[in-house]
């Protein structure tokens, strides 16, 4: 009985240090339609371009800012990052999108699947997890 229990608790503690983890602070209220994004040359382009995408799908105005560009350039700005890992093929292992009102920070989208493991889960289409954050981020289509 307890070798039993103990095959168990050794499966349970394994099986959670294959967790992905997502957590959304959404932006309540967005005034503005349009949206700055700050480009970040570190993140793969296809980034960027899907979530643009995202946001144009919710009524944004997306307006694409330079690198080390400011955060009171627009009304709303936002930044991100992410990074992607090998494990059988590529994947988005990390994503982090923050926005700000006038420059103060109004909601956040992380997506970490850096200790994932053998969690098949993490083989998501980055462009498909993009939008879903973009979709939680903000609740709202532009506008309302």
């Not at 956040?108 to 979709?135: C, P, Q, S």
Request: hydrophobic fraction near 45%; include cysteine; charge should be positive.
């Amino acid at each position: 009985m307890i070798s039993r229990l103990s095959c168990i608790s050794v499966a349970l503690l394994a099986l959670s240090g294959c967790a992905i983890h997502q957590n959304i602070k959404p932006v309540e209220h967005v005034d503005s339609k349009v949206v700055c994004i700050i480009d970040n040359p570190a993140v793969r382009a296809t980034f960027i371009d899907a979530y643009q995408h995202a946001l144009s799908n919710k009524g944004y105005e997306v307006k694409k800012l330079a690198a080390g560009a400011s955060l009171v350039e627009c009304p709303v700005t936002s930044t991100y990052t992410a990074t992607w890992r090998w494990d059988l093929a590529m994947y988005m292992a990390y994503a982090d999108i923050v926005v700000y009102k006038n420059a103060k920070p109004a909601g956040k989208a992380t997506y970490d699947a850096t200790r994932g493991g053998g969690n098949m889960g993490k083989f998501i289409a980055a462009e498909k997890k993009i939008t879903e954050l973009v979709d939680q981020l903000f609740p709202n289509l532009a506008g309302s």
